[in-house]
């Protein structure tokens, strides 16, 4: 054992080295200028062909202010918040940096300067804004020797007027202005409050939101964040003393907020270079407020002559249609959101956000809240197709789960009103305990006599729901949903899976998502992440490069099929709007309860594209952003996905792919087995299955069928009786429809059309009750069939 004298010496020596090493450090560190380091430039954005796009995104939002000019309720919010020690501190906090480079050392999330001083050097005084061990070493030594050189109260200021507190302002008057609308001078205690939450991160404190840069930073979440930091920091004011009991007692609602102006561009441009900012926060790592600063070269996958061709495409529908003039009740408020998708690279090549960045601020191709109904359906075939569906009566008590892959050939019930049956052959009941009633648009039956079968792939030709939402319950609604994340859709956009309607568009993933996962249908089952930016620059220096990342979802069995079942949508379904003369097209329509969204996504072996189309009040002061029925929009019975959004999709497309061979689809290998019902003699399993009630030659909107339900008594077999409606105390449609969140019952309406899709009933994404029925329905633009 070492004695204590060879202990205490090897201590002393190891802490006068430490020491040794400080006062070097200390005395050869040097304070930088601040003006040098707080210059801003222009990011330049370029087209995918290299030519340039716009230069923008750093012109400096910044007006310095003297340090009498800036409110004293602004510096005690700030202080309170972040830094209560600053006007006795020396500039540093010991315990503060060794957790940060302790937690760095062990490989954790990096952390920034607890002092206001030391966040005033690193957003001032520091070129390099990299949260690396050397840049902490280099701070903490500036920190002291600013603290020791420069008075408390140029600091205070210097950090007030060069911090970044979200909508691209820099500094206390610019955060005013974007936040307020007013001069700094102007900002009460509360509105004080708030600006120093922001200072914690804007882009999870703006109750504007910013899911482009996070999908977890939603206008709902962020106004919540804000309210408890905003409500702890003036809490803290009194506590410190900065402010009185009484003072504190005036503000007791959430200042409101001045909504908030694109500092992009107009037209398209503006959504183009916050879809790339966007992405490169996420994924190139570099922060939210060093790319407001500006000086990067930004390579994106935007094709130039696409973003045209389908802003036109959507202008010229929207300009022969929609009049809101002539139509003030149904033609306000509508809004298109449209995506391409390279699917062999997943390039995002072309969107439609909105009519104007810089008057309409949210991305319609990247973030809507539009349920997309039958849109859906393809991953839930995808699922029985891979999975398989559970055999009969095989459920948690039944032993081991027995599965047989599903053929596109295999047949379920196509009846109105059909019970929805769980795994051990029970009726599935809501909480209330009430059985599920599935209807079909119409309230029609489909499938041969006497039993009602339909095959998977005339179901999906058709848009019948009820067989799609008994194989969503067979497959289980746990590989469905993973059928949709493992194409590409994002968890956060998907409703609950507990309720039968999940099956058939009760969530809401974005045009950008629904493209890129029928994009994984079209390469086969190879599954890419949509991409906005090839590579960044700065200086002339690669700091970001994208890499392929590929990963197999689906066999191409699986994928081959699916595609070659949604061929048949457009060749002969509810499709047949977006036929392309000379090219193989697969696609599927989705349109939802109350007729509130309208959904038309497909694809070649060379472009996926997605367009959406809905009524939205997002009205600064409706802050519930309601979704609002398109009945009689553009002089429509009823708006579905294969009137204006098919027709927005085929003109694109027909433009977008001028010039480029037609390529075919891979012929489908033979998949799985016939499953579902056992039919009776007279019912053979076939692709030729058609609906007991003849359709509709044009379009219409006549409401329920008058054609009675069949018996309850009829069997399909063993896999699951084939019962029919007449209520029993059943729910009937039993979704809720609020535009995407919660809510109430609205069974919708019913409407037949041209051919007959399915049904459009229920919606909400995470409603009570049984949940929503994001469903079909008949009637399309060009004589064809919607859904």
């Known amino acids: 054992m070492p004695s204590w004298r060879l202990v205490t010496g090897m201590c002393i020596t190891f802490f006068g080295g430490i020491m040794a090493v400080a006062g070097i450090a200390y005395a050869m560190v040097g304070v930088p200028d601040e003006a040098k380091s707080a210059k801003a430039q222009n990011n330049v954005y370029y087209w995918s062909d290299g030519t340039e796009m716009v230069a923008t995104g750093g012109s400096a939002n910044r007006q310095i202010l003297k340090y009498e000019d800036i409110p004293e309720a602004m510096r005690w919010a700030v202080i309170s918040a972040e830094n209560k020690t600053f006007w006795t501190d020396k500039g540093v906090d010991p315990t503060g940096i060794a957790r940060a480079l302790l937690n760095m050392a062990k490989g954790g999330e990096t952390q920034g300067g607890s002092t206001i001083t030391q966040q005033y ?45 979200g909508r691209g302002a820099y500094g206390i008057q610019a955060a005013a202005r974007a936040y307020y609308n007013v001069d700094a001078s102007k900002l009460n205690p509360s509105q004080c409050a708030f600006l120093a939450a922001t200072l914690k991160g804007a882009t999870y404190y703006d109750p504007a939101g910013a899911t482009n840069i996070d999908p977890a930073a939603t206008p709902e979440a962020n106004r919540a964040r804000a309210v408890k930091r905003w409500t702890d920091i003036l809490d803290l004011e009194v506590k410190f003393g900065h402010m009185s009991a009484a003072e504190r007692a005036k503000y007791t609602e959430f200042p409101e907020l001045h909504t908030p102006r694109s500092n992009t561009q107009r037209g398209q441009i503006g959504y183009l270079v916050d879809l790339a900012n966007g992405y ?28 045209q061709e389908l802003q036109t495409s959507v202008d010229k529908v929207r300009k022969a249609n929609i009049k809101p003039e002539l139509r003030p009740k ?128 005339e179901a999906m030709r058709e848009s019948v729901n009820s067989p799609y939402v008994q194989l969503g319950m067979d497959v289980g609604l746990d590989k469905v ?120 996504a497909g694809y070649t072996p060379q472009l996926s594209t997605a367009i959406s189309m809905y009524r939205l009040d997002d009205n600064e002061k409706n802050k519930k952003r309601e979704f609002l029925e398109m009945f009689g929009t553009g002089g429509q019975e009823k708006i579905h996905g294969a009137s204006f959004p098919a027709e927005i999709w085929h003109d694109y497309m027909s433009k977008a792919l001028q010039g480029v061979p037609p390529v075919p689809f891979a012929k489908p290998q033979p998949i799985g087995e016939v499953v579902g019902a056992t039919p009776s003699p007279s019912v053979t399993p076939s692709d030729t299955a058609s609906p007991d009630n003849s359709p509709s030659p044009t379009p219409s909107d006549s409401g329920p069928s008058d054609s009675p339900s069949p018996s309850e008594s009829q069997s399909c077999g063993p896999w699951w009786p084939c019962d029919g409606g007449n209520n029993n105390g059943g729910t009937e449609n039993g979704g809720t429809d609020t535009g995407g969140t919660t809510g109430g019952t609205d069974t919708g309406g019913t409407t037949t059309g041209t051919d007959t899709g399915g049904t459009d009933t229920g919606g909400g994404k995470n409603g009570g009750g049984n949940g929503g029925n994001g469903g079909e329905d008949g009637g399309g633009l060009f004589g064809g069939p919607s859904g």
Not at 280 to 306: C, M, W
Not at 334 to 341: E, L
Not at 486 to 497: F, T
């Open 121 to 165: 050097v690193k957003n001032a005084r520091l070129d390099d804004q990299a949260q690396t061990f050397s840049r902490k070493f280099k701070e903490f030594f500036i920190s002291i020797k600013v603290g020791a050189r420069v008075p408390k109260s140029e600091i205070l200021a210097g950090y007030l007027n060069t911090a970044y507190y």
């Open 280 to 307: 490169i926060v996420n994924n190139a790592h570099i922060p939210e407020s060093n790319l407001e600063r500006g000086g990067y070269q930004i390579y994106t996958t935007f094709d130039k002559k696409r973003v």
């Open 330 to 457: 149904t033609d306000t408020h509508v809004q298109f959101g449209a995506a391409s998708v390279n699917p062999k690279t997943g390039a995002i090549e072309a969107i439609y956000g909105g009519e104007d960045a810089t008057k309409h601020f949210t991305d319609n191709a990247d973030q809507t809240g539009a349920l997309v109904g039958s849109t859906f359906k393809p991953f839930v075939l995808a699922a029985a197709m891979r999975d398989g569906v559970r055999n009969p009566h095989d459920g948690p008590d039944q032993g081991a789960d027995e599965r047989t892959i599903a053929s596109p050939k295999s047949l379920y019930n196509g009846m109105n009103k059909l019970k929805i049956r769980n795994y051990d052959g029970s009726v599935w009941q809501d909480r209330d305990g009430k059985e599920w009633l599935q209807t079909n648009d119409g309230d029609e039956s489909f499938g041969k006599k006497p039993d009602y079968l339909i095959t998977l792939r």
């Open 481 to 600: 949903k993973q059928s949709a994340l493992d194409a590409g859709i994002l968890e956060s956009s998907l409703a609950s899976s507990a309720f039968p309607s999940f099956s058939i568009g009760t969530s809401d993933p974005s045009a950008i998502r629904i493209a890129g996962a029928y994009g994984t249908f079209a390469t086969h089952g190879q599954q890419r992440d949509p991409f906005s930016v090839k590579q960044v620059k700065e200086d002339g220096e690669v700091t970001y490069r994208h890499t392929d990342k590929v990963k197999q979802a689906f066999t191409p069995e699986v994928a081959d099929n699916v595609t070659d079942v949604l061929k048949t949508v457009v060749d002969a379904g509810t499709g047949t709007a977006a036929k392309l003369p000379g090219r193989e097209v697969a696609g599927k329509t989705g349109t939802t309860d109350g007729n509130k969204s309208a959904w038309f």
